[in-house]
C-alpha cells in the first residue's frame, strides 16, 4: 500500500507519552483515489499550503468525527502533511495543544506558517482568544512553544487576536508581518490588525494597525480567518475567496471580488490559501458539509489559480466543473480538450487571460510546460494543439523531463493571427500513462507561438 494511505501515528513531545493514542481513524480506504478532498474522512480543514525548499507542505486544523459536533465546532489538534505532486499526502506530525500553552483543549483553531533564519514558526489560534507561536528547525517538526504565554494576547487590540497570517515581504530587509482578528463593518471594535514583527519572528516591532477598506464590492464586511499574499507588486488580503487589493502592506485595502464566484465552496468561509509552485498559481479552500449532522466538519480542496492582466483573480472553475474530483496534477487523455494553463510546471512562458478564458502565450526558446499522469494514453496517438501564432518555431513532446525521450514534434508557421491554428502532432509512445513536457525551440528573445488547449485522438480517427 502507498504510504500516503497507511494509518498515520501519532508523534507526540516526551512529556505527554503517557497521553499517546494512535489516530487510525485517519487512515485511507483502500480504493481512495487521489484528487479532490485531498485527504477525505480526517475533518482537513483551514489548509494553508507553503513551499520550502522546493516541497510542499500542508498545515490544517482538524474537525472531529461530524456525528460528534452538535452545531459546534470541536477542534483537538493540528495537522502537517506533505506532498511532492499535490495529490498523494503523507501524514507528517499531529501537534498537540498540550505542546503549548493552551494545555487541555479543544479549541485548535487556524495557523500559519512561516520561514526565517532557517527556523520554521506556526502561528497557532486558541480558538478565538489568543495567537501564540510554535518553533523547530524542520517544516514538520517537532515543534515546541517559543514563548510559552501568547503572542497576540487578550486586549492587544479591541478586535479579538485570532486566526493569523503572516508574509515576509520582498524588501531588501525581508520584512515580516502578521494580520489578524475578525472584521465587521457594523462593528468598530472588530477590524483586522496588521503588525510588523522582529526579526526574531517571536515579538511584536510596533504597535499594531487598524486595516481599512474602500470600495463597494460585497466582499469582507464580516469575517475572520484574514490572509495575506503578494503577487505583481501588490498586495492581496482575502478571507476565504473573497479578497481586497492594496500597493501598501498596511492599506487602505480596496475590495475587489470573490475569486471562486461562490461555486464549490468558493465563498466567505473558504478558509485557505493562495500559493505558487513551479512557475504556477493554486488555491486551496476547505468546504463546510452543510447539513444536521455535518454543519460543523470541513474538507479541504485545490485548483488552479489566474490572474487576469489587470490583477483580479480567478479560481480555475472550468475545472472544478468539468472534474472536480480530479483535482490538480492529473488528466484523461480521454478528456475532450486539456486547457494549456492546466500545467504543473513551466519556464520560458507567460499566462494571461483571452477573451474566452486564459492561455499560455510568449512561449519562448528552451521553454516547456509539464503535464504529469495522464491517464489512457493509447499507443501512438496524436496531439491536437491550438496554437496562436507568432515568431513560429518548434513544438516537441517529450516523456519525463524537459530532456527526456521525444515523443514527436511540429513545426508551428510564423503569423500574427488572433485566432487559434489546429496542429496535429503525431506521437511514438506507449499505451498507458503519461508524463508529457511540451517543449519550445526557435529564435531566442522571441515570443514564439501561444496555446490555448490540446486533446489526444486516434490516429485513424483525427
Avoid at 472584521?183 to 522582529?198: A, F, K, S, T
Wanted: positive net charge.
Amino acid at each position: 500500500m502507498n504510504r500516503s494511505f497507511r494509518p498515520f501515528f501519532c508523534s507526540f513531545s516526551a512529556g505527554i507519552l503517557a497521553m499517546a493514542s494512535c489516530l487510525s481513524a485517519l487512515a485511507q480506504p483502500a480504493d481512495y483515489k487521489p484528487g479532490n478532498p485531498l485527504v477525505p474522512f480526517v475533518g482537513m480543514a483551514d489548509p494553508h499550503i507553503y513551499v520550502f525548499d522546493g516541497k510542499p507542505y500542508l498545515y490544517s486544523t482538524r474537525d472531529i468525527d461530524s456525528l460528534q459536533t452538535k452545531g459546534r465546532f470541536i477542534m483537538p489538534d493540528w495537522h502537517i502533511w506533505s506532498t511532492d505532486d499535490l495529490l498523494h499526502w503523507r501524514h507528517e506530525r499531529t501537534i498537540l495543544p498540550v505542546e503549548t500553552y493552551m494545555g487541555r483543549s479543544r479549541d485548535c483553531w487556524a495557523t500559519e506558517t512561516a520561514t526565517r533564519n532557517g527556523k520554521y514558526y506556526i502561528y497557532f489560534s486558541d480558538k478565538n482568544r489568543t495567537t501564540g507561536v510554535l518553533v523547530s528547525d524542520s517544516p514538520t517538526g517537532p515543534f515546541r512553544d517559543a514563548l510559552g504565554r501568547p503572542l497576540l494576547d487578550t486586549g492587544l487590540t479591541s478586535t479579538k487576536e485570532y486566526d493569523p497570517s503572516v508574509l515576509i515581504d520582498d524588501d531588501p530587509a525581508q520584512t515580516p508581518y502578521i494580520i489578524f482578528g475578525h472584521h465587521r463593518d457594523d462593528d468598530p471594535n472588530l477590524r483586522y490588525y496588521i503588525v510588523r514583527l522582529n526579526d526574531d519572528m517571536i515579538s511584536l516591532a510596533e504597535k499594531p494597525r487598524r486595516i481599512s477598506f474602500t470600495g463597494n464590492e460585497p466582499v469582507l464586511q464580516a469575517n475572520d480567518k484574514p490572509n495575506l499574499h503578494k503577487y505583481g507588486g501588490r498586495y492581496y488580503l482575502s478571507a476565504g475567496s473573497h479578497y481586497a487589493v492594496s500597493d501598501s502592506i498596511y492599506g487602505p485595502y480596496r475590495r475587489t471580488g470573490n475569486s471562486g464566484f461562490g461555486v464549490h465552496g468558493l465563498t466567505q468561509q473558504a478558509h485557505g490559501n493562495y500559493f505558487s509552485w513551479n512557475n504556477q498559481w493554486f488555491h486551496t479552500w476547505c468546504k463546510f458539509h452543510l447539513g444536521k449532522e455535518t454543519a460543523y466538519y470541513r474538507e479541504s480542496y485545490l485548483t488552479y489559480l489566474h490572474y487576469r492582466d489587470d490583477g483580479t483573480m480567478v479560481d480555475d472553475t472550468a475545472l472544478l466543473n468539468r472534474h472536480f474530483s480530479n483535482g490538480v496534477g492529473q488528466y484523461s487523455a480521454t478528456w475532450d480538450r486539456i486547457e494549456a494553463e492546466w500545467y504543473m510546471a513551466a519556464e520560458g512562458v507567460v499566462k494571461g487571460e483571452h477573451p474566452t478564458g486564459f492561455e499560455v502565450r510568449s512561449c519562448r526558446n528552451r521553454g516547456y510546460l509539464r503535464y504529469p499522469n495522464i491517464r489512457d494514453v493509447r499507443a501512438n496517438d496524436t496531439l491536437i494543439l491550438y496554437i496562436r501564432p507568432a515568431a513560429g518555431g518548434w513544438l516537441e513532446a517529450r516523456q519525463g523531463g524537459p530532456k527526456g525521450r521525444s515523443l514527436g514534434k511540429v513545426k508551428i508557421s510564423a503569423g500574427s493571427s488572433k485566432e487559434y491554428v489546429r496542429y496535429a502532432l503525431p506521437l511514438v509512445t506507449d499505451a498507458g500513462v503519461l508524463d508529457l513536457w511540451l517543449t519550445f525551440r526557435g529564435r531566442k528573445n522571441q515570443n514564439l507561438f501561444g496555446i490555448d488547449a490540446f486533446r489526444f485522438v486516434n490516429a485513424s480517427t483525427h
